[in-house]
């Protein structure tokens, strides 16, 4: 895969250091035997946050009032649009049955979980869609109990519009606590939930951490690290429309890759003359934060084919992969390792980010080469059944028998010998298929 890099990154996201590691095990210790006292505490010291955890429909109802209308209105079109497209998925998850052999039925059910802990980001931005992203497609897939907690912010509790999206989307309860808290809270049952069965949602090292430690009993959507996004583009796309886009998805934080292989020396020199200026334009924090993302992690790689581009995406497996580029039907059914996909100049990550309703919670770190991000799916448990007559009992108990012997396991033979035996005589006397 012939490369040259134009830009490379000096550095690389921090991984989870050890001493988040070690903070997050004592607190979550803490947080399991004290619960609700403790994690009061916590939000008190570490939040800032002196009022109830539990909000209450009164101050929904507040908050909603506070929201303007025409912002309402922007957050239901992005509700739908999600809860649409998680309502399409949830129909290709379908209960069937097949009859492997005469007598022999199996089948496979979709259960919703019954708890869902939807963890909401606070901190530097207020993210409503993300509220919108766990909350909505947990209430389409079913899920009969939604937590959802979001760090206060500035000792105002949970923004109005933050609140109004959880409430849309259908949380069943709201907790104003983040952090390691926040996700003991969901984990636990405090402050009147009860335990969660699976927790979902984006947060900082804490957080991610946190969901680490807990995985295992609990289910999480997936291991999250920094956001990241790659740009695949040819000579037919626009310098200042890729810069702006690479230099919008580094604001997310110093810690957010971005990267972009093409095809187009010229393109690629505009792209790399024009960044900064972009940077230098924002308001602050997110100039200091997209300035460091690019020049710690940013890269421009020079490629010589599509193929290349191609396989350079494969590689990075990015969590946003975006091709400006000819000839779009070719890079959708090529392009095999990313979180989400979008196709085409006039298609931008932030609408994705926001309101074009496929899932923004996406996997990172290259975890887009074994998994995809948060849907539906991720709330349904495909459970199996079987059920035997006396058609297939000879053949099935015979085969069982057979194989738990070779396998030394006695116990499990004899339990296939006893039903052939209880079998009706007819059933026995059926010659062996085998």
């Not at 984006?202 to 009993?217: S, T």
């Not at 581009?309 to 059914?333: G, I, N, S, Y």
Request: with cysteine.
């Amino acid at each position: 895969m012939p490369m040259t890099y134009l830009k490379t990154a000096p550095g690389q996201p921090p991984q989870t250091a050890a001493d988040v590691a070690d903070t997050v095990q004592l607190m979550l210790a803490r947080l399991r035997t004290g619960g609700a006292q403790v994690a009061l505490e916590y939000a008190r010291t570490l939040d800032g946050w002196k009022g109830e955890i539990t909000v209450t429909r009164d101050q929904i109802a507040a908050a909603t009032a506070r929201v303007p209308q025409a912002l309402k209105d922007d957050i239901d079109w992005a509700h739908d649009n999600i809860s649409r497209f998680a309502e399409a998925q949830r129909a290709t998850a379908q209960d069937m049955q097949i009859e492997l052999r005469p007598g022999l039925i199996a089948g496979q059910r979709q259960i919703p979980l019954g708890a869902a802990g939807c963890y909401v980001p606070g901190g530097r931005y207020s993210h409503i869609a993300s509220a919108l992203m766990s909350i909505a497609t947990a209430r389409v897939a079913g899920v009969a109990d939604i937590t959802a907690c979001s760090p206060p912010c500035a000792g105002a509790g949970i923004p109005d519009a933050m609140l109004y999206a959880m409430d849309q989307a259908g949380a069943t309860r709201i907790l104003t606590i983040g952090g390691v808290q926040g996700i003991a809270a969901l984990a636990f049952g405090l402050f009147g939930a009860p335990p969660a069965d699976i927790l979902v949602g984006p947060g900082n090292a804490y957080v991610a951490e946190a969901k680490r430690q807990l995985f295992g009993p609990i289910g999480i959507d997936m291991f999250a690290g920094p956001t990241d996004s790659l740009i695949l583009a040819d000579d037919t796309a626009d310098a200042e429309t890729v810069a702006a886009d690479l230099v919008g998805q580094a604001e997310h934080g110093a810690n957010s890759p971005v990267w972009l292989a093409t095809t187009d020396p010229a393109l690629a020199e505009a792209v790399l003359d024009r960044i900064p200026a972009l940077i230098a334009d924002l308001p602050e924090p997110n100039r200091s934060a997209a300035a460091t993302a690019w020049a710690d992690l940013g890269e421009v790689a020079l490629c010589d084919t599509p193929e290349d581009m191609a396989d350079f995406a494969d590689q990075k497996a990015p969590e946003h992969l975006h091709v400006q580029a000819r000839d779009l039907d070719w890079w959708r059914t090529r392009l095999r390792a990313y979180g989400s996909l979008f196709l085409g100049e006039k298609t931008t990550v932030a609408f994705g980010d926001k309101a074009a309703g496929p899932n923004h919670v996406l996997p990172t770190s290259g975890a887009a080469r074994y998994t995809g991000g948060l849907s539906v799916h991720k709330f349904l448990k495909t459970v199996t059944w079987q059920e035997v007559d006396d058609r297939a009992l000879p053949d099935l108990a015979r085969v069982t028998a057979s194989l738990s012997r070779a396998e030394r396991m006695e116990g499990h033979a004899r339990t296939a010998d006893i039903r052939l035996a209880q079998a009706t005589p007819e059933a026995q006397a059926i010659p062996s298929a085998g």
